[in-house]
Structure formats: C-alpha cells, structure tokens
C-alpha cells in the first residue's frame, strides 16, 4: 500500500509541478482571500489580529476545495479512472498517495498565508512549535476528507458545486480546532493549546481510516 | 481447455438499461476476434464487462478462468483494454505516463522502455508533453501503456481510429505477435476490412447480444 502511495503521490506532485496551479492558481486566490477580509475588518481596531487565525483557516479551508478538485478532475478525465481501477493499486495506496500530493500542496499554501497575515495583518507569528505541531495534523485532516469526499462527488455530474457541500461541513471541526489552537499559540497561551492539537490528531487518524476503507468502492461506484 | 472469455446468457445492465442481454460467446488461447456491430449494439459495454469494469448481473461469466460475478479485480490484473478514451496525463511526458501506468500493473521499466521502443515513441517523442501530440501520438502511448502490461487478454476497442497508415499497420502487427505468443485479443471495430484481415472470427453484436458467430473464411 506505501509503495503505491509513493507512486501515485510522485505522480500527482509531478503533475503539479508541471501544470504549477497550486502556485499560479490556488495560491493566488488563497492570498486574495485574506486581502478581501482585511478590506471587510477595520484594520486599526485590532480586529484583523484577533481574528488572524480564523481568517487563516478559513482561507486554506476554501483553497482546498480547489485543490481537491483538481486533484480528482485529474482521473476523471480521459478514462483515468477505469484505469486506476485496471491497475495493480491498491485503493487505500492510491487514496494515501493523492491525500499526501494534497496535503504538500496545502503546506506551500500555509507558508504563504503564514507570511500573508503577517504582512497583511500585522500578526506576530509567536509559539512556532504549536503552530508547526497545529498545522500537520490539520493539514493531514482536511487532505485526507478532501479526497475521500473527491472521489465521492466525481461519480457525480454537479461534483463542482456539490464537493464544497459536502466538504466544509464535515471540516468544520478541524476549522475549530485549528483555530481554537492557531490563536492560542499567536497569543502565547501555548497550553491553551496543545488539547486542540490532540483532538486535530483523532479527527486526522479518523479522517485516514474512513479513507483508506472507503476510497476502493467509492472508485468502483463512481 | 477452458476458453478464455466464456459468457453464457450473460446480462449486464447501465443504469436499467440492459446493455448486454444475454451474450452468448467463447473465446479461446491465441484466437483473434473481430467483434462488429452498429452504435450502440453493445460492444464497448462488452469489453468492457471482459475487463470487469461493468457487472455481469445475470447469466454466467467467466474470463481467464475468474467468474466475473464473484470477483472481478483479480481478472482486471490479467487483461489490457485500449478504449475510446486514452487514459493519459496531459501534462505528463509520454515517458512518464507509460511509465506510471507500466508499475501501476506491475510491470518493470524495462517493459515500459520496451513498450517505448514498440510504439516507435523512444525518440524526440519521449519528453514530449502529452497534451502536445496529435491524436495519433496519443493513441500510440496509450496503446505502448497498455503493451507494457504484458496482458493475457487484449481489448482493442476501435484500435486504428485517429492513426495514420504506419499506426494502423503497427497495431495489425502487434495483434499478430500477441495472438502468435498466446494472447487472445478481442478487437471492436468499424474498419471492417482491416479487422477482418486480422481476426480468426467475427462475432456480430445487435441489441445487446451475440446475433451471429461466424469464421473468417465463411465470412465473404
């Protein structure tokens, strides 16, 4: 299964590189994101600061729509998946290998909102440990879902729209923990934090098990 | 010897449409069957319940010894489909592409190079992106992907459409060396005279079912 995972995450990260829509795309209107709240918030009452790790999350929240959607639109075209599904792969190693192609791309997209609401925001990025030890297992959670949620809705002809209906509610979870733990690290309250980190971590593991048990028929239905 | 492809009464349906309606077919090791048909007569759903991609929910179905409506991922392994779509990346090489799908099946780089080399793709075309070949370029590295494979049984849905000359007399000469090595290869085509050259027999789809079953030599 790891060795598959290898495979179809080399794969999708190759692609990546050479299509370059994480940096050239999604990036961009993750940025675009935080600027339209910094005009919605005043920024000298404080309200942007405070609200930093919300708007954050939510910002990699809406991003990975786009990532995960472009990620499965990449086996749905041409005949793609009838092809995975000719292959040797097995269905938790392809759902590991395109989780793990999602989840690198969200890290550049944290790097680049982390330098975002500090520039845009005046956010001091304190408590790097907590921030570091939110975001893996946060970006391992919202990946995971996001592709177990990708293949659900690329059997279906409105999966466009019907992905973020289906994604956001589910991820709604990670989106408070993140938050919740995000904010106490930028304002230094790091054992406020760490409970949150814990409960990131259930909701990842739960997120890959579903994953892992569920992607094989979920690609044979769709 | 049990044949290769045995479907007895088979029934496979799309949504509640019975696409297949009780296919009546044997295929034997090696043979060459040029399967016809007009539009719709069911003979891409039929290769493609051949490869387990569709369920056979009725009648009997056996392919490569498996029966299809017990398991049908231990005979995906076996089988090579070449179908309307080529099931390539655009933004990927051609080399990369056949490279992944070659150890998504398990097959070595080396099968894949070999493929490469087959395909006449193991020149400037190689580093090629897919998205910039012709139509024709594209069916060769998907037809080199499936060789890689080193399939027991070929599914050649429409194989020559969108190549030149030199492509279509190609692929005849890889049907050939495969049914020559023991391949057995089910061809769906509208090429009639072309396929006819290649096949052993002609097998003629309508509504669903096998209306005609005839050997090449009664077939003019």
Excluded at chain 1, 58 to 75: D, G, I, P
Excluded at chain 1, 190 to 209: H, N, Q, S
Excluded at chain 2, 57 to 75: C, I, K, Q, S
Excluded at chain 2, 157 to 181: K, N
Aim: aromatic share 6%.
């Amino acid at each position: 299964m790891l060795r598959d995972a290898r495979l179809v995450a080399g794969k999708d990260l190759r692609l990546e590189w050479r299509s370059r829509v994480t940096i050239g795309q999604v990036a961009p209107f993750a940025l675009l994101v935080l600027v339209l709240f910094a005009f919605a918030f005043d920024p000298d009452s404080g309200s942007l600061q405070r609200a930093a790790a919300g708007l954050f999350w939510v910002a990699v929240l809406f991003s990975s729509v786009l990532a995960v959607q472009r990620s499965m639109a990449m086996e749905a075209a041409d005949g793609n998946r009838d092809a995975l599904r000719l292959s040797l792969l097995d269905p938790g190693g392809i759902f590991l290998g395109k989780a793990a192609a999602v989840a690198v791309q969200l890290v550049v997209l944290e790097v680049v909102l982390l330098i975002g609401i500090a520039v845009l925001y005046g956010t001091r990025l304190t408590g790097a440990g907590l921030l570091l030890a939110t975001c893996a297992p946060a970006t391992a959670g919202i990946a995971a879902a996001g592709t177990l949620y990708g293949v659900l809705a690329a059997g279906l002809r409105v999966r466009e729209t019907l992905l973020p209906l289906l994604l956001l509610p589910v991820l709604a979870p990670v989106l408070i923990g993140a938050t919740q733990a995000f904010d106490a690290a930028l304002q230094g309250d790091l054992g406020e934090g760490w409970p949150w980190v814990g409960l990131l971590t259930v909701f990842a593991l739960l997120y890959i098990a579903s994953g892992v048990a569920a992607f094989g028929p979920l690609l044979e239905e769709s | 010897m049990e044949p290769v492809v045995h479907f007895r009464s088979a029934v496979a349906l799309l949504g509640r449409f019975p696409a297949l309606a009780g296919v009546d077919l044997d295929v034997g090791r090696g043979e060459v069957v040029l399967l016809q048909g007009p539009n719709g007569a069911g003979k891409t759903t039929l290769l493609r319940a051949c490869a387990g991609l569709v369920a056979v929910v009725g009648g009997e179905a056996r392919v490569l010894g498996e029966d299809l409506r017990l398991d049908r991922r231990t005979v995906r392994r076996r089988v090579g489909l070449l179908g309307h779509a080529t099931a390539l990346y655009d933004e990927l090489t051609v080399a990369d592409n056949v490279h992944f799908w070659a150890r998504a099946a398990g097959a070595s780089r080396a099968d894949a190079d070999g493929a490469l080399t087959r395909l006449g793709l193991d020149g400037r075309l190689r580093d090629v992106a897919v998205h910039r070949l012709s139509a024709g370029q594209r069916r060769r590295t998907s037809i080199a992907a499936m060789l890689a494979r080193r399939p027991e049984l070929w599914l050649l849905d429409e194989p020559h459409a969108g190549l030149d000359a030199a492509g279509r007399d190609l692929v005849d000469g890889l049907v050939g060396e495969a049914s020559a090595a023991g391949a057995t290869v089910l061809v769906a085509s509208h090429e009639l005279e072309r396929a006819q050259a290649l096949a052993g027999r002609i097998v003629t789809v309508a509504g669903g079912a096998v209306v005609e079953d005839r050997v090449v030599a009664d077939a003019s």
